[in-house]
């Protein structure tokens, strides 16, 4: 017999957090990193006055979504998927301890960020903070001479909030990953990391050599930073098709794929994302009892046997 979960959605106004009992298994088997991300970002918002960036790691960095100045709205996700290859990039190198772009996501949706991803550079000694890097890089990808792209990248000291001079990479629109080399290198070269033969040969190393396919996973990229799952896979399978050879995307269809085939795994993750709270005041109804309560929805999966 076929055994597919089907999903009941109820509609509760309730004043306290929604628990799931006894229809979901122990708490400790759902934990998935974007749970885990939310909450390191929760603790660093409670704690940011009392941490002490002169505490964290030298070399320790987290890499926000490039700026994307361009007319062209198909290159809007471009910056989503650079700094992606930028964090994979920025840790070859043992000596870089690189913030996981899970807690990146984390801190962005916190902010209401999530889309454009922008943190302005006076955010990021408190962005820093939260995320117990020493150091930010902030970027963008702007227009040059005819067709090509102008990367560039400055990192925020988050104890000082000083923002050292730009690091520029430019190449054609089809070039891009060659700019975004240059500026894995040059901030390889600003933390004062001395690169091993293999490490560089590695980082030289580029993921795909089809733009499509980059596209598609910068569109995978942004919708997965603001937890639209399913569209994220569909976006890196679409960079697979075109590349099966991108291994970045291999990576996210393979964790994606795994996730989204366990309705546990999803229920929990909704429920977390739903039981938050909303910046916006939820009417009251008619019913005294329920009255100042705040809306959630219970999400059940039910085993069709």
């Keep these: 017999m076929d055994r597919r979960p089907a999903w009941c959605w109820v509609r509760l106004w309730y004043s306290i957090p929604?628990?799931?009992?006894?229809?979901?298994?122990?708490?400790?088997?759902?934990?998935?990193?974007?749970?885990v991300a939310d909450s390191i970002v929760a603790a660093g918002i409670a704690a940011e006055e009392s941490l002490d960036p002169a505490a964290f790691a030298p070399r320790s960095v987290g890499v926000l979504p490039l700026r994307v100045e361009s007319p062209d709205s198909a290159l809007a996700p471009l910056g989503h998927g650079l700094a992606v290859l930028l964090m994979t990039d920025l840790a070859r190198s043992q000596q870089v301890q690189v913030v996981d772009r899970l807690v990146i996501d984390a801190l962005l949706r916190e902010v209401g960020l999530a889309g454009a991803g922008v943190i302005q550079p006076t955010g990021a000694p408190r962005a820093g903070r939260i995320l117990g890097a020493r150091y930010l890089v902030l970027?963008?990808?702007?227009?040059?001479?005819?067709?090509?792209?102008?990367?560039?990248a400055r990192l925020a000291a988050t104890e000082?909030?000083?923002?050292?001079?730009?690091?520029?990479?430019?190449?054609?629109?089809?070039?891009?990953?060659?700019?975004?080399?240059?500026?894995?290198?040059?901030?390889?070269?600003?933390?004062?990391?001395?690169?091993?033969?293999?490490?560089?040969?590695?980082?030289?190393?580029?993921?795909?050599?089809?733009?499509?396919?980059?596209?598609?996973?910068?569109?995978?990229?942004?919708?997965?930073?603001?937890?639209?799952?399913?569209?994220?896979?569909?976006?890196?399978?679409?960079?697979?098709?075109?590349?099966?050879?991108?291994?970045?995307?291999?990576?996210?269809?393979?964790?994606?794929?795994?996730?989204?085939?366990?309705?546990?795994?999803?229920?929990?993750?909704?429920?977390?994302?739903?039981?938050?709270?909303?910046?916006?005041?939820?009417?009251?109804?008619?019913?005294?009892a329920f009255q100042g309560g705040s809306a959630a929805t219970l999400i059940i999966p039910i085993v069709v046997r």
């Design 18 to 35: 929604l628990c799931l009992v006894g229809c979901v298994p122990p708490a400790s088997t759902l934990i998935r990193p974007t749970l």
């Design 139 to 152: 970027g963008s990808v702007g227009h040059g001479g005819g067709d090509d792209l102008i990367l560039d």
């Design 160 to 288: 000082d909030g000083s923002v050292r001079p730009a690091i520029t990479g430019t190449a054609s629109v089809d070039e891009i990953l060659e700019a975004e080399k240059v500026l894995a290198f040059g901030i390889l070269e600003a933390l004062e990391v001395s690169l091993t033969p293999a490490e560089r040969a590695v980082i030289e190393q580029r993921p795909t050599r089809s733009l499509a396919a980059l596209l598609a996973f910068s569109r995978g990229a942004r919708a997965e930073s603001e937890l639209r799952l399913l569209e994220a896979l569909r976006e890196y399978r679409e960079a697979l098709r075109i590349d099966p050879t991108f291994p970045e995307a291999l990576d996210r269809v393979s964790v994606l794929d795994t996730f989204l085939t366990d309705p546990f795994q999803v229920g929990a993750l909704a429920v977390d994302v739903i039981n938050r709270p909303s910046p916006q005041p939820v009417p009251d109804i008619a019913d005294p």
